[in-house]
Each structure stands twice: as structure tokens, then as C-alpha cells.
């Protein structure tokens, strides 16, 4: 007799997405695998999201605006499946997307999440070229504090499946209130340095960059990384790690965009990475970044600007 397939929950937090739900609850639908349950935390939104998701079939909770992070805490909770798959409210999936992660975790009894690449488009779906991480070789991640704490294992949170045992782990998210909308790193960081993933170089869906995201034009660049210093310090603080090294190649980028040395950054950065002496491979990786950023930030802002679309 055929082992049940198990069923997979898809875990999505809207707030005020209206345009862009239909398109992103017909990719969903047309998923090559079944059984599948999807549950849809509408975060207090003040559009027309609630009709767009009465012509579907799923499951709503309504709830008072409270970020994102709170509203996946909810939805992993009343989520049913074994398997667990979230995506956000303006992104999208490959039609094999639930399958190929369900294989995946089929296969690998001792893997409790995957993580796969998305492609990044424009509001229209129009290809921007980069891909969200890029993935060079599939295969197993062994849980590391190191690597989650440096940034070096990311997932944007519509790539993000694991199972419900995992979950137990990592839900509610540790988040503060001024932090409420990280919801993928935090993610990461409870799943990576936890349990041993699964990397998948395959796009299996889009990452939507659209001017009413967070950091939508060139005015937002500081904001934008003043925030990844603050989320980085989360992430060791709730692993109980120094500041990562990433923190000081952020300030670097800061300190060259306002006009002011970073040479202090730089050279406390280089001493921070003797930390990681124990993660050659880490430690080589992150002291590279921080030289790069402080030698050359106009070419790494020009990366950055061009993979957030400003230019």
C-alpha cells in the first residue's frame, strides 16, 4: 500500500496586498501537489484583501495590524500539515515548488527545512536579473550559529519550508516591537543554527520588488542598512554571539555614504572576524566583504542599488 502523502500548509501574512493576492493565491493553486491546506493571516488590512480572499478557498484569520512576524506566529499555529511552507502576500511559486520541497524532505528523513532561490521581478513580473540568494550546488546545511549569525545562510521567507517538529523550535519568533517586519531572518536564524537544512539551486518562484515594499527608492538606502545592523544584532543576541562582522561592514557602507573615515570600522571588523577562527571558511568570507565595503563602497553600493532596483 501507498504511504499518504503528508500535507502541506502554505502560511501567508497579507497586509493591505489586495492587487497582488490573486495572482499569488493562482500560483498556489496550481500546484502539482496535493494534499495542501492554505492559511492566510490577514494582518489588519484596510483594502479590499478580505474580498479577494472570500473567492478562494482557504482558511482567514483576521487580526489587528501587528507586522508580520506576529501574524506567521499565528499562522504556523494554525497551521495542520506535517509540512510547512510560507509565502509572502506579493510573491509567487513555480508550479512544482510545494512538490519538489515535499520530495526533498521525503528523501532526507534527518532534514527539517529547505531553502530554495527566487527570481526578482518587478511588480509586473518582469525579470530584474538577480536571484534571492543565489544558490550555487545543492545539497545539506549543518546547523551553524556562525553562518546564520554572519548572514551567510539567508532565505527570503516565500523560500522558506520546514517541518511542523522544527517549527516547535522556532515559533513564536523572538522579535521586537520595532523589528516586527524581519520575519525571514529570524526564521532563518531559528532554523539554521538549530537543524540540519537542505539547499535547493533551483528557482522555484519570484521575489516581487514594488515601490509600497519597505525600502522602495534610493532615499530608503541608509534606512535600509541602518536595519540590517539592527536585525544582524538581533539575530547574536537571540544565539548568543558577539556582533557579527557583517554589522561592521554595514557601518563602513554607512560611514562612506555620509561622508565621514571608515577606516575605524574596517580595522575593528578584521579584528572582530578572529572570532570565527573555528569557521575558516566563514571568517575568510566575512573579513573579504568588510574589505570590499571599505575599500570600494561605491561598487558595492552600485550592487546593492541595482539589486533593490533604484537604479
Same mark, same amino acid.
Given at each position: 500500500?501507498?504511504?499518504?502523502?503528508?500535507?502541506?500548509?502554505?502560511?501567508?501574512?497579507?497586509?493591505?496586498?489586495?492587487?497582488?493576492?490573486?495572482?499569488?493565491?493562482?500560483?498556489?493553486?496550481?500546484?502539482?501537489?496535493?494534499?495542501? =491546506?492554505? %492559511? +492566510? /493571516?490577514?494582518?489588519? #488590512?484596510?483594502?479590499?484583501? $478580505?474580498?479577494?480572499? !472570500? &473567492?478562494?478557498?482557504?482558511?482567514?484569520?483576521?487580526?489587528?495590524?501587528?507586522?508580520?512576524?506576529?501574524?506567521?506566529?499565528?499562522?504556523?499555529?494554525?497551521?495542520?500539515?506535517?509540512?510547512?511552507?510560507?509565502?509572502?502576500?506579493?510573491?509567487?511559486?513555480?508550479?512544482?515548488?510545494?512538490?519538489?520541497?515535499?520530495?526533498?524532505?521525503?528523501?532526507?528523513?534527518?532534514?527539517?527545512?529547505?531553502?530554495?532561490?527566487?527570481?526578482?521581478?518587478?511588480?509586473?513580473?518582469?525579470?530584474?536579473?538577480?536571484?534571492?540568494?543565489?544558490?550555487?550546488?545543492?545539497?545539506?546545511?549543518?546547523?551553524?550559529?556562525?553562518?546564520?549569525? =554572519?548572514? %551567510? +545562510? /539567508?532565505?527570503?521567507? #516565500?523560500?522558506?519550508?520546514? $517541518?511542523?517538529?522544527? !517549527? &516547535?523550535?522556532?515559533?513564536?519568533?523572538?522579535?521586537?516591537?520595532?523589528?516586527?517586519?524581519?520575519?525571514?531572518?529570524?526564521?532563518?536564524?531559528?532554523?539554521?543554527?538549530?537543524?540540519?537544512?537542505?539547499?535547493?539551486?533551483?528557482?522555484?518562484?519570484?521575489?516581487?520588488?514594488?515601490?509600497?515594499?519597505?525600502?522602495?527608492?534610493?532615499?530608503?538606502?541608509?534606512?535600509?542598512?541602518?536595519?540590517?545592523?539592527?536585525?544582524?544584532?538581533?539575530?547574536?543576541?537571540?544565539?548568543?554571539?558577539?556582533?557579527?562582522?557583517?554589522?561592521?561592514?554595514?557601518?563602513?557602507?554607512?560611514?562612506?555614504?555620509?561622508?565621514?573615515?571608515?577606516?575605524?570600522? +574596517?580595522?575593528?571588523?578584521?579584528?572582530?572576524?578572529?572570532?570565527?577562527?573555528?569557521?575558516?571558511?566563514?571568517?575568510?568570507?566575512?573579513?573579504?566583504?568588510?574589505?570590499?565595503?571599505?575599500?570600494?563602497?561605491?561598487?558595492?553600493?552600485?550592487?546593492?542599488?541595482?539589486?533593490?532596483?533604484?537604479?
Amino acid at each position: 500500500m501507498t504511504e499518504p502523502r503528508p500535507l502541506a500548509s502554505i502560511v501567508i501574512a497579507n497586509y493591505n496586498y489586495g492587487e497582488f493576492l490573486p495572482e499569488t493565491l493562482e500560483t498556489v493553486l496550481a500546484q502539482t501537489y496535493q494534499p495542501i =491546506e492554505i %492559511v +492566510v /493571516v490577514d494582518d489588519g #488590512s484596510t483594502d479590499d484583501s $478580505r474580498e479577494v480572499l !472570500a &473567492r478562494y478557498p482557504l482558511h482567514a484569520i483576521y487580526q489587528e495590524n501587528a507586522g508580520q512576524a506576529a501574524a506567521l506566529d499565528v499562522g504556523v499555529a494554525s497551521a495542520r500539515g506535517e509540512i510547512i511552507c510560507l509565502l509572502d502576500a506579493d510573491d509567487g511559486w513555480d508550479a512544482r515548488k510545494v512538490e519538489r520541497v515535499v520530495q526533498i524532505l521525503t528523501r532526507h528523513p534527518d532534514v527539517q527545512w529547505v531553502r530554495h532561490e527566487l527570481e526578482v521581478v518587478d511588480r509586473w513580473r518582469r525579470p530584474l536579473g538577480p536571484k534571492l540568494p543565489h544558490i550555487r550546488s545543492s545539497g545539506p546545511l549543518p546547523p551553524s550559529p556562525a553562518a546564520v549569525a =554572519e548572514r %551567510v +545562510v /539567508v532565505a527570503s521567507t #516565500s523560500a522558506i519550508t520546514f $517541518r511542523r517538529a522544527a !517549527a &516547535r523550535s522556532v515559533f513564536p519568533l523572538p522579535v521586537r516591537t520595532h523589528l516586527r517586519f524581519d520575519a525571514d531572518a529570524l526564521i532563518v536564524a531559528g532554523l539554521g543554527s538549530r537543524f540540519r537544512g537542505w539547499q535547493l539551486a533551483e528557482t522555484l518562484g519570484f521575489y516581487r520588488r514594488h515601490e509600497r515594499q519597505q525600502y522602495a527608492c534610493e532615499a530608503d538606502l541608509e534606512r535600509m542598512i541602518e536595519r540590517q545592523i539592527e536585525v544582524g544584532t538581533l539575530i547574536a543576541e537571540s544565539l548568543g554571539r558577539a556582533e557579527p562582522v557583517t554589522n561592521y561592514k554595514h557601518r563602513a557602507i554607512l560611514a562612506a555614504l555620509r561622508g565621514r573615515p571608515r577606516r575605524a570600522e +574596517v580595522l575593528r571588523g578584521l579584528v572582530a572576524s578572529l572570532r570565527l577562527v573555528s569557521h575558516p571558511m566563514i571568517m575568510a568570507r566575512q573579513a573579504a566583504a568588510l574589505l570590499y565595503a571599505g575599500t570600494a563602497p561605491d561598487l558595492w553600493l552600485g550592487k546593492i542599488r541595482r539589486f533593490q532596483g533604484f537604479q
